[in-house]
């Protein structure tokens, strides 16, 4: 409808309408309305003590962060971006949204595609020992990306669903009994779980959802290391009765063509992971009124099937004739169910003609003889001659600090032999500087390590080859002086990786010293003084079990060194 002022109309009702207008402009700009002024106060106070913004300009530290993380390898990008999200200080969710994007196609390029994690009972100190410790950093692609989705899910669930979908599980090539180190991707159906269990989509459109996403990963099995997490995915999800039974259905399907990988069946087929989970799975269905008979008749052909091919000499097995442990695990688990179900324990009759795969190949540390020397000479300041350390107060002696003047020289010419592999010289000369820095008190020479250790560090050529391992030690270094001495070592370290000339380490000393400065809430993952995906060197050592310490050759990075009195250097 169009309306048009006739100016031949009455002049004193054009003047009254005119008057009416300003009015109305005049009320609806004035902040005093309806208390507003004060409101608008509020809100310009709140948001002038925000240090995050849309534009990150407003924050000049932020931007720099920013910029610096756009130029480092890919994972460590994404993970200070992750890391600035999870943070008390990033509040504008626009802002979050964006640097989670961001994110998510940083970790696309990372160097390693799937965390993988050693056998259990793993010797420590050798070359799979310590890549399995740096793998618990989680700067995998696809931890990285799962991270990223997990993280976007309260902000835009739309968006989220379609960055995990997004997300590419990498091949798993079948692994022999020669491997030490197994996949772990578990992080991906947990991610699975969690979106789908979000909530807050539409009945219908949720159950087309699980159709469309968890119909192909319960059928796309193609590793034992799958079966696992496949199995706390489905337990965890709400699905009606009917879904739940159609997917239990498909993954049993998966378990009749599942065979070969045998490395890791031996590790996943224990009564603590994959039959563990597979007796909550089965508890649920019971649970749901769903009959789980066929899926336990179909786990126990799967057992029986691949203890039946190559079995590796270490699954646990004490005689021959015995029953290996996945079977009596299986046996133990599932007795009652079993004659519930009209079916037998798992017999030996049953697993004969089987092969026996080759042992694993252990790559143990401190073989050469420079290494060794270093070895003998750090412990020799450590214990002196005798079998209990030496106080502190001798530490600070002339003579001892002589004695540690030469080690240290010694250690920042230790260079490589053509016979030595790059990456165990590399732990082995970081192990050593950790272990002077336990040792040293607080003062201008522990400030001499700490300086000698990041010029070693930074610009070292393995931070290309082996990312993930050269940043364990960056975070293992701040990690271990963050907790002791008020924190001055702490803040030595990040002194030195902001002034270093590696890209990597001054955009962590930035990215820790922004995230120390602001209250992080409970639960939110940010916590000053811990580089990394929240892995400190507690959570790292806490995870290996006592066999696996006992078991360490001869140095325990999971130890203080004030406990490092290995018998086991060779002379």
């Given amino acids: 409808m169009r309306f048009s002022l006739n100016t031949s109309r009455n002049s004193d009702l054009h003047v009254a309408v005119s008057r009416l207008l300003i009015a109305v402009c005049l009320f609806l700009i004035t902040p005093e309305r309806n208390g507003e002024a004060q409101t608008s106060t509020q809100q310009r106070d709140t948001r002038k003590n925000t240090t995050s913004s849309r534009d990150p300009k407003h924050n000049v530290e932020l931007k720099s962060i920013l910029d610096l993380a756009a130029g480092v390898p890919p994972e460590f990008g994404a993970d200070s971006l992750l890391r600035l999200v999870e943070s008390a200080k990033v509040t504008d969710p626009a802002l979050k949204v964006k640097l989670l994007e961001k994110a998510f196609y940083l970790a696309e390029s990372a160097q390693q595609p799937i965390k993988l994690v050693g056998m259990p009972g793993s010797l420590v100190d050798t070359r799979s020992g310590y890549l399995a410790m740096a793998f618990r950093s989680n700067l995998d692609r696809l931890s990285l990306q799962s991270r990223a989705v997990v993280a976007l899910l309260p902000l835009d669930r739309v968006k989220a669903g379609k960055l995990f979908e997004q997300i590419r599980l990498p091949a798993l090539k079948p692994l022999g009994c020669e491997e030490l180190l197994i996949y772990d991707p578990s992080s991906y159906y947990q991610t699975l779980a969690t979106v789908l269990n979000d909530g807050s989509a539409a009945k219908e459109d949720r159950e087309k959802r699980v159709v469309a996403l968890v119909q192909p990963v319960v059928t796309e099995i193609s590793s034992h290391t799958q079966v696992p997490p496949v199995m706390k995915m489905l337990t965890s999800l709400n699905l009606p009765a009917a879904q739940l039974a159609d997917m239990t259905s498909f993954f049993a399907g998966s378990l009749e063509k599942l065979q070969g990988d045998e490395r890791s069946f031996s590790v996943v087929a224990t009564k603590y992971i994959g039959l563990g989970a597979l007796a909550q799975l089965i508890s649920k269905l019971d649970g749901e009124g769903l009959l789980s008979a066929n899926l336990l008749q179909v786990s126990r052909q799967y057992v029986v099937r691949n203890l039946r091919d190559t079995r590796?000499?270490?699954?646990?097995?004490?005689?021959?004739?015995?029953?290996?442990?996945?079977?009596?695990?299986?046996?133990?688990?599932?007795?009652?169910?079993?004659?519930?179900?009209?079916?037998?324990?798992?017999?030996?009759?049953?697993?004969?003609?089987?092969?026996?795969?080759?042992?694993?190949?252990?790559?143990?540390?401190?073989?050469?003889?420079?290494?060794?020397?270093?070895?003998?000479?750090?412990?020799?300041?450590?214990?002196?001659?005798?079998?209990?350390?030496?106080?502190?107060?001798?530490?600070?002696?002339?003579?001892?600090?002589?004695?540690?003047?030469?080690?240290?020289?010694?250690?920042?010419?230790?260079?490589?032999?053509?016979?030595?592999?790059?990456?165990?010289?590399?732990?082995?000369?970081?192990?050593?500087?950790?272990?002077?820095?336990?040792?040293?008190?607080?003062?201008?020479?522990?400030?001499?390590?700490?300086?000698?250790?990041?010029?070693?560090?930074?610009?070292?050529?393995?931070?290309?080859?082996?990312?993930?391992?050269?940043?364990?030690?960056?975070?293992?270094?701040?990690?271990?002086?963050?907790?002791?001495?008020?924190?001055?070592?702490?803040?030595?370290?990040?002194?030195?990786?902001?002034?270093?000339?590696?890209?990597?380490?001054?955009?962590?000393?930035?990215?820790?010293?922004?995230?120390?400065?602001?209250?992080?809430?409970?639960?939110?993952?940010?916590?000053?003084?811990?580089?990394?995906?929240?892995?400190?060197?507690?959570?790292?050592?806490?995870?290996?079990?006592?066999?696996?310490?006992?078991?360490?050759?001869?140095?325990?990075?999971?130890?203080?060194?004030?406990?490092?009195?290995?018998?086991?250097?060779v002379n």
Avoid: M
């Fill in 312 to 569: 590796c000499n270490d699954n646990g097995q004490r005689q021959r004739t015995s029953l290996p442990r996945a079977a009596e695990d299986f046996n133990e688990l599932f007795g009652t169910a079993l004659v519930s179900a009209r079916l037998h324990p798992i017999h030996s009759d049953e697993l004969e003609n089987y092969k026996l795969g080759s042992p694993p190949q252990f790559h143990p540390y401190w073989q050469s003889s420079s290494a060794k020397e270093l070895l003998a000479g750090i412990k020799k300041l450590r214990f002196g001659t005798g079998e209990t350390p030496i106080p502190v107060t001798e530490r600070k002696t002339t003579g001892w600090n002589t004695e540690f003047g030469d080690f240290l020289a010694k250690l920042e010419s230790w260079e490589p032999t053509d016979s030595e592999e790059t990456q165990d010289f590399f732990h082995e000369k970081c192990v050593l500087y950790v272990g002077l820095l336990d040792l040293i008190p607080p003062g201008p020479e522990q400030s001499k390590v700490i300086r000698s250790y990041v010029t070693f560090l930074e610009l070292n050529s393995f931070e290309g080859t082996n990312r993930i391992e050269w940043f364990w030690h960056v975070a293992d270094l701040l990690e271990r002086l963050s907790a002791e001495r008020e924190n001055k070592g702490r803040t030595q370290v990040l002194e030195a990786f902001r002034n270093s000339r590696d890209p990597t380490l001054n955009l962590y000393a930035r990215v820790e010293t922004w995230l120390f400065q602001a209250a992080a809430p409970p639960g939110s993952g940010v916590s000053g003084g811990h580089l990394g995906a929240g892995s400190t060197t507690g959570a790292r050592c806490s995870s290996l079990d006592s066999e696996q310490r006992e078991l360490s050759n001869v140095w325990n990075p999971c130890d203080d060194l004030t406990q490092r009195k290995s018998s086991k250097i």
